[in-house]
């Protein structure tokens, strides 16, 4: 017998309200799930702001992974959880935009311009806190002051014992390390005391564990006219944090260990999301398929959620509001006319087309639309032609930075991009039915995913889809969870379809395993403090 943590992923969500299962909303199960959901509530009686808790679950597996159904807590003599959590970023370097669009890729997720014509290369990044040292580079005696920089509480454990079943996950900043005793070595020198960061709050319940985040606590350890950025200033931390999940299960006289990397989850704190409702345009769940290029039989499932998400961005994004809108466009159709966007007929080509044309094309014409406007930089020789009106989606790309730049505006990736091209020329499988709204459509499909759930071994993938699809999949400038890197296949262990469908004639690019490459505990040991240096650039991504 194999067993397996479920979601692989989650994601948790920064709220000031209490750390208890009756004060918190839950991160969705199910993809979907709270679509049409009007009776949400986010705050507490008292006015606080509830936090995101995610739940992790064990489930059995068959030799070959693939999950068959949860453990029965009744049948265990012992479940204990552990979590091992860090804020690394006061350590880490500063964010201009994503190095990857100076490092040619092979996959689905970006538009082989960036490398090959740098329509707007990386930036070379500089370390947060440069003037805290690593004096052990010039000195072995004398200390290694950034280690201090990493928020690293030790590991927490809970379990169905009595006494260990809630713990807070207590942090400090700076963070006094081994090495240096219980006091940091940091904060005295800088004239003050470290400041406790605790980074959330774990409970063992009836075999599963709760991950509760923290309060959302964001100040500077001094005051300080250093602090004039919206990201990267220094002397400044917060109680986001990621890390491993891992759990021991003793049954009888056996004991499994869920601590490599096809075994464990993974957790990581996010900001909270004020319309969960709302799916972002492009998915995490999408970039983690678009890592892998493969070709897909496709039908109107892989179309609908770009245009579903698109078609309802207008009640948070002023500019899917205004004048000409998509959901105007969609409204605008004729029963007839709507019914041809799940057709797949010759007579509904033209419609088709013209919706396909609406869309920004991720390869980039060199008639770029008009450019977005820069304080910063004036050359007249940087600005684009113009000369196309503006497509879908209105929103800042990945490059954002350079002025001029076609990619100043962001597309949808290729993976998407590449369906939404089959669905214009009729290459997909038409939807049986008679749909005459959007709405209605969402229901069918929402109902698709309720359908799959009651199946064990597509549930427990389900839950990892379902934190997935919440995430932002671009544009990273700066992104909003889990950032740029996630678009490469370097970042899993394990990236599998294991279902082709969803349900049937259904398949939403399918069900997938997916584990990070997460490190063990002796390789974390040698690069937890990575040191790359005062300056990181794009071939320093190429290296990792």
Same mark, same amino acid.
């Given at each position: 017998m194999k067993l397996r943590i479920y979601p692989s992923i989650g994601i948790a969500r920064l709220g000031n309200g209490p750390a208890t299962k009756e004060d918190v909303v839950f991160t969705p199960e199910v993809p979907w799930n709270n679509l049409f959901d009007e009776n949400l509530e986010f705050r507490t009686k008292s006015g606080a702001l509830k936090k995101q808790a995610q739940r992790f679950y064990i489930y059995e597996c068959n030799d070959n992974g693939i999950p068959i159904k949860k453990i029965d807590p009744g049948k265990c003599d012992k *479940? @204990?959880?552990?979590? @091992?959590?860090?804020n690394k970023k006061p350590f880490w370097y500063d964010f201009n935009n994503s190095l990857d669009l100076s490092v040619q890729t092979d996959n689905l997720n970006l538009s082989p311009r960036f490398f090959e014509d740098k329509i707007a290369p990386g930036i070379d990044a500089l370390q947060?806190?440069?003037?805290?040292?690593?004096?052990?580079?010039s000195n072995p005696k004398?200390?290694?002051?950034?280690k201090e920089l990493v928020n690293s509480p030790a590991p927490v454990t809970v379990s169905s014992s009595a006494i260990e079943q809630r713990k807070v996950i207590s942090g400090k900043f700076p963070f006094p390390i081994e090495?240096?005793?219980? @006091?940091?070595?940091?904060?005295?020198?800088?004239?003050? #005391?470290?400041?406790?960061v605790n980074l959330g709050t774990v409970e063992y319940h009836d075999g599963t564990l709760i991950f509760y985040p923290a309060d959302g606590i964001s100040a500077s350890l001094n005051?300080? =006219?250093? $602090?004039? #950025?919206?990201? =990267?200033?220094?002397?400044?931390? #917060? &109680? *986001?944090?990621?890390?491993?999940?891992t759990a021991k299960v003793t049954i009888?006289?056996?004991?499994?260990?869920? $601590?490599?990397? /096809?075994?464990?989850?993974?957790i990581a704190t996010a900001p909270p999301d004020y319309a969960p409702q709302i799916q972002p345009l492009s998915?995490?769940?999408?970039?983690?398929?678009?890592?892998? $290029?493969?070709?897909? /039989?496709? &039908?109107?499932?892989?179309?609908?959620?770009?245009?579903y998400r698109l078609y309802r961005m207008q009640w948070v994004n002023l500019s899917d509001f205004l004048s000409p809108s998509f959901r105007e466009v969609i409204d605008q159709l004729t029963t007839a006319e709507f019914e041809m966007l799940y057709s797949n007929s010759n007579e509904a080509l033209p419609l088709r087309e013209k919706i396909f044309n609406l869309f920004r094309n991720p390869i980039y014409a060199p008639e770029n639309e008009p450019i977005i406007p820069s304080?910063?930089?004036? &050359?007249?020789? $940087?600005?684009?032609?113009?000369? /196309?009106a503006i497509k879908f989606p209105s929103y800042p790309g990945d490059g954002i930075n350079y002025p001029g730049s076609p990619a100043q505006w962001f597309a949808i990736p290729p993976i998407l991009y590449n369906e939404l091209k089959k669905w214009r020329d009729g290459n997909f499988t038409s939807l049986d039915g008679n749909y005459t709204s959007m709405d209605e459509l969402g229901k069918y499909y929402q109902t698709q995913y309720e359908i799959a759930e009651k199946d064990p071994a597509k549930s427990a993938l389900l839950k990892t889809r379902a934190a997935l699809e919440t995430l932002y999949g671009g544009g990273f400038h700066p992104g909003v969870e889990l950032t740029w890197p996630m678009r490469h296949a370097q970042m899993y262990k394990e990236n599998t379809i294991i279902f082709d469908e969803v349900t049937e004639g259904n398949s939403f690019f399918g069900l997938r395993e997916i584990r990070l490459s997460s490190a063990n505990k002796e390789e974390q040991e040698g690069y937890f403090y990575k040191d790359f240096g005062y300056e990181i650039n794009a071939m320093t991504f190429v290296i990792l």
């Open positions: *479940i @204990e959880w552990t979590v @091992e959590v860090a947060r806190n440069p003037n805290v040292l690593n004096k052990k580079k004398s200390e290694n002051f950034r090495d240096h005793g219980k @006091e940091s070595l940091l904060a005295k020198v800088l004239g003050t #005391d470290s400041k406790t005051p300080s =006219d250093l $602090n004039t #950025d919206f990201a =990267d200033n220094s002397n400044w931390y #917060d &109680d *986001i944090c990621d890390g491993r999940v009888g006289s056996k004991t499994y260990e869920l $601590n490599d990397a /096809q075994s464990s989850a993974w998915t995490m769940y999408d970039l983690v398929c678009g890592t892998v $290029n493969r070709s897909y /039989q496709t &039908d109107f499932s892989l179309i609908f959620p770009v245009l304080k910063t930089k004036t &050359d007249i020789t $940087n600005l684009g032609a113009g000369t /196309q």
